[in-house]
Structure formats: structure tokens, C-alpha cells
């Protein structure tokens, strides 16, 4: 035998063992190697891959729509609470000057910022101007239309349940024939808006449960095609670890393209919304427009993604490669 | 290096592969297991390799008894120990050079260690000139040889080889031979179940025979 052809052998004496820093260094060149591997693995199948991203992508981008829309709900009632009113009927009988001189009284209140007080008269006038039963009331023999006062609650005091507090502070004085809350309709929308919130929850957390199982799925059938390719490597010496880790980056892409595309579909929703939206707040003179995604919610749905990929790839691995042992 | 002390194997079901084996190899012997299909050759290299364990009796490789190596442990225990397979068992799909730097990378070895060892394994069984080529594309003495570079890359102190010349012709068996021969020569233990009886006699090395799953011959050199 020459020389030559014992170098393979001489190599290991000669060799020095590598250092703590070396091993570190190949064992993270290995993870970025198989990180990218798994990535340009899943390439070479686009259709398959983007198949899968896709039902991850929809079975995300329904929750995180309606909790946006949600969100955008809540700063929109938001804003109609602040103008929150009380409107006070007085009572027929009650003159013009006692109806002032209790405009005053409430006016003072630490509770209330501004009293509109809408005379009999007024009121009458602004009826016929709106409604058009013009005819219908000059047939009357008086005037129907009781005094109003409109009650603006302090901007610290005009949280739902101080506005009904304040309501029923109203409702004591003696010429107040009725209190009328603008605000009740808002409350309502809230408890309406509560249970939705909790609807969404419960569909995020289902749809989480089907991406995870989706990926599971995924995982196992790529375990099984490679089961000759498994078999070899746990034959030359291949620990669990090793085989594992490229099917758990295959579940981190996964994760990580049907998070991005959750995220597109919910941005080009939002665009195809965001024209009716503001068409309809310019009807009601609004300024609102709708909010849009922020870097923290963008952030949170695809690191959610990343990790229900990798859970589900975690369970598929640790149900299926056990079972597969050299014969 | 390798020691087989009233070792039995007997499978689920009932059957005795192995029956009360007993026999001693030193480091840098080379021996032959023959006998008929279905005597226990493949089942005598299991036990070795640890894809099965024995059911009596202890098998000692390298000093340490294969019955004390927990599961976990398994996958390093084989690091030391190179296979070469009768049907190759290749990665079809990965070029020559990545078939045999496998071992290397799974051992975590530094990249310019690998491309050093592995290329040398590549030389020494002559196929350097095909690194970039898929198994695919290679003869069948030729996919054997990278069968046989990638169990040594990783420098094991015992190699097992299951009928290894199988499929192959007299000419090319005899070539694979040669080179099992070198590695014995550098104090590789070398364990090569066959039974082409006529090369086994012509290389003059100790032969076990094994007959129903019992030790019949050692032609103890």
C-alpha cells in the first residue's frame, strides 16, 4: 500500500481535537445550513408549499381580521361616547323661567360641562322644521313639544357608568318629567361588541388547533417519504436531534410564509374596506378612518405563526420518528 | 474488539436467529461469516451494530457490553462502527460528495474537516473524479465503493460489510476485497458476511460459519 493512500488514516493522529468555540461555531453553522436547506427543500415543491402556507394564511387572517375590525368597532363607539348626552323633559306645566333657572342650577354641577336649554318654543320650531308634520301640529290646540335640557357631562365624568350616575341625579329634581340617556344605544353596542370579542377568541383559538394539526399533517406525510433517508442516517450514527431538526425548521417556514400571508390578506381587506369605511364616516361627518395594522400586531401574529408551525411540527416528529428504526 | 460471549437472538414470534454464539476477534483482524440465507449472518452484524439486541448471552464491542448501551447512547456507539450494505443504501437524491460527507456532518465535524476527509475517503477508493455525479448515474461497483468511502470516513475502528459483492462480478468483488484489505491493513477490524466461498478461500482469511443459527466453524488463524 503507498503512502498516499493511508493519509485518511495518518489524518487522525495528526488531527487535534477542536476546541469548545470551534464546536460551537459548526454546531450554529450546521443550524443556519439546515435552516436554509429545509427553506430551499420546500422551494422545489412551490405548489405543495404554498398550498399549505395558504390554509395556514386564510385559517390566521380570519381572526386577526375580526379583531381588527373589532378594535376599529371600539375606538369608533369610543368616540361617540365622549359626546355622550342626557337630554331632561320637563314637565308641561313648568314656565320658561323655572325651566332656566334649573339650567343654571345643573350647569354648576362638577358632573356637567355644558346645559343647552331648548324652550317649548324652540322645540316646537325645530319639530316642524325636521319632521314636516307641519299641518298635523297647527291642528293641535298646544303645543306638544316639551322643554329640553341638554346635559353635556364633564369629559372626567362621561364613563357609562358615571353618565347613568348623573342621569339618576337628574331624574330627582321636581319639573324633570323624564331622563333620556343618547348613550344607552352605545352600551348596548359594548355588551353586543363583548360577546363578539369573546366569539373571536374562541374562533382564534379553534383555527389556532386546525393550523396546528394542518402542520402535524403536513410534517408526518414528509416523514414518511423520507423514511429510507432517516433509516440511513440513524445507521451511520444520526441522533434523534439531527433528524429532527430539519423537519422542525420545515414546520418554522410553514409557520412563517402562512404568516405572511395572513398578513397580506387581512393589509388587501383592510384596502378594499377602507374606501366604503370612510365614504360612510363622511356621511356621518365623521373624521374616522379605519385603523390600520401596527407593528405590534404584525409582529404578534407572525411569531404565533412561526410558533403554532413548529408546535405542529414538534408533535408530528416526536409521534412518527420513533417509529422508525433500522430492521 | 469484538467479543461474542453464549450470545442468542431469538425474534418476536419465536424464531432463534442466533443460538449460544461465542467467538473472539482482535483489533486489526479480518474475518468472513458464511453460511446459507436464514443461518443469522445479517442478525450476527445486527447485534453488532445494535439494530437488534441480544435476548442471552453478552456482545462486547470495543470493551463496552452492547446490552448496557442505553437507546440514546446508540446513535454514538455507531459512529464508531462503519456498515457497508448490500443494496448500498445511498441517498439518492445528494451528489457523491454528500453521500459520504453524511457521517461527518452528523458528527458535527468542522467544514474544512469535512471536505478534507471526505475527499480522502474518496481517493482512497478511487472515485474522486465523480464527486459531483448522483448515485444514480454510477455502475454498481461503483455505488458500492461510495458505499464503503462513507463508512470510513469517520474513521470507525471496526467495519461490517453484509455481503457486500452481492450483486457485483467476480473482477469488481475481488477489487472491493482489496480494498477492505487495505483498511485492515492500517488496524481496521474488518467483519465481511459472504458467501462466495470461492473469493473467501483465495484471500485465506479466518471464516465463521454459521449454520441455523449456530457457530459450525472458526478457522481461528
Redesign the interface.
Known amino acids: 500500500?503507498s503512502p498516499?493512500?493511508?493519509?485518511?488514516?495518518e489524518?487522525?493522529a495528526s488531527?487535534d481535537k477542536?476546541g469548545l468555540v470551534?464546536?460551537l461555531?459548526?454546531?450554529l453553522?450546521?443550524h443556519a445550513q439546515v435552516f436554509f436547506y429545509s427553506l430551499g427543500q420546500l422551494w422545489r415543491t412551490p405548489f405543495s408549499m404554498l398550498m399549505t402556507a395558504a390554509v395556514i394564511g386564510i385559517a390566521l387572517a380570519l381572526p386577526t381580521g375580526l379583531n381588527l375590525l373589532l378594535t376599529n368597532a371600539q375606538q369608533l363607539s369610543g368616540g361617540w361616547d365622549g359626546a355622550a348626552k342626557v337630554s331632561l323633559f320637563l314637565k308641561q306645566k313648568v314656565s320658561d323661567e323655572k325651566a332656566r333657572s334649573l339650567a343654571n342650577k345643573i350647569r354648576k354641577l362638577t358632573e356637567v360641562s355644558e346645559v343647552e336649554y331648548i324652550s317649548k318654543e324652540k322645540g316646537l320650531a325645530e319639530f316642524k322644521e325636521r319632521s314636516g308634520y307641519d299641518a298635523a301640529i297647527k291642528a293641535l290646540d298646544e303645543n306638544p313639544i316639551p322643554a329640553t335640557l341638554l346635559v353635556t357631562p364633564n369629559l372626567q365624568f362621561n364613563d357609562a357608568s358615571q353618565v347613568e350616575e348623573l342621569a339618576e341625579k337628574l331624574r330627582k329634581y321636581k319639573e324633570v318629567e323624564f331622563v333620556q340617556l343618547d348613550s344607552e344605544w352605545v352600551q348596548r353596542l359594548y355588551a353586543i361588541m363583548d360577546i363578539v370579542s369573546h366569539g373571536v377568541v374562541i374562533l382564534g383559538f379553534m383555527l389556532s388547533i386546525g393550523v396546528l394539526l394542518v402542520v402535524g399533517n403536513t410534517i408526518r406525510l414528509a416523514i414518511q417519504n423520507r423514511r429510507?433517508?432517516i433509516?440511513?442516517?440513524?445507521?451511520?450514527?444520526?441522533?434523534?436531534a439531527?433528524i429532527r431538526r430539519p423537519f422542525l425548521y420545515t414546520g418554522f417556514w410553514y409557520g412563517f410564509f402562512g404568516g405572511l400571508l395572513a398578513l397580506i390578506l387581512v393589509f388587501f381587506s383592510l384596502l378594499l374596506m377602507s374606501g366604503p369605511v370612510e365614504n360612510l364616516a363622511g356621511l356621518y361627518e365623521s373624521q374616522f378612518s379605519l385603523h390600520k395594522m401596527d407593528f405590534g400586531t404584525i409582529l404578534t401574529i407572525l411569531m404565533l405563526s412561526i410558533g403554532l408551525g413548529l408546535g405542529g411540527s414538534w408533535i408530528a416528529v416526536g409521534r412518527h420518528l420513533r417509529d422508525i428504526?433500522?430492521? | 474488539m469484538i467479543q461474542f460471549i453464549q450470545a442468542s437472538k431469538r425474534y418476536p414470534g419465536g424464531h432463534d436467529a442466533l443460538q449460544n454464539v461465542s467467538f473472539e476477534m482482535d483489533t486489526g483482524e479480518m474475518a468472513f461469516l458464511t453460511g446459507h440465507s436464514g443461518a443469522g449472518k445479517s442478525t450476527l452484524l445486527k447485534l453488532i451494530s445494535l439494530i437488534e439486541r441480544t435476548t442471552r448471552g453478552q456482545v462486547i464491542i470495543n470493551g463496552e457490553n452492547t446490552s448496557k448501551v442505553r437507546k440514546g447512547r446508540i446513535p454514538y456507539f455507531r459512529r464508531n462502527i462503519g456498515i457497508i450494505f448490500q443494496d448500498h443504501q445511498l441517498l439518492f437524491d445528494r451528489t457523491v460528495y454528500d453521500n459520504v460527507a453524511l457521517p461527518l456532518i452528523i458528527s458535527g465535524q468542522p467544514p474544512r474537516e469535512i471536505a478534507r476527509r471526505t475527499r480522502a475517503a474518496l481517493d482512497k477508493v478511487g472515485l474522486l473524479n465523480k464527486e459531483k455525479s448522483f448515485p444514480i448515474t454510477l455502475s454498481g461497483g461503483e455505488q458500492q465503493r461510495v458505499g464503503i468511502a462513507r463508512a470510513v470516513v469517520n474513521k470507525p475502528s471496526l467495519l461490517l460489510a453484509d455481503e457486500p459483492t452481492g450483486n457485483l462480478d467476480p473482477e469488481l468483488s475481488w477489487e472491493i476485497m482489496q480494498v477492505f484489505e487495505q483498511f485492515r491493513q492500517v488496524g481496521v477490524t474488518v467483519l465481511v458476511a459472504s458467501h462466495d466461498i470461492d473469493m473467501i478461500e483465495r484471500l485465506g482469511h479466518r471464516t465463521l460459519s454459521l449454520k441455523d443459527g449456530r457457530l459450525v466453524q472458526d478457522t481461528v488463524e
Not at chain 1, 4 to 9: E, P, S, V
Not at chain 1, 231 to 240: A, E, H, S, W
Open positions: 500500500m498516499d493512500q493511508n493519509h485518511i488514516f489524518e487522525v488531527r477542536p470551534t464546536n461555531k459548526t454546531y453553522l450546521r429510507d433517508e433509516v440511513i442516517v440513524k445507521l451511520i450514527g444520526g441522533t434523534d439531527f428504526e433500522p430492521r
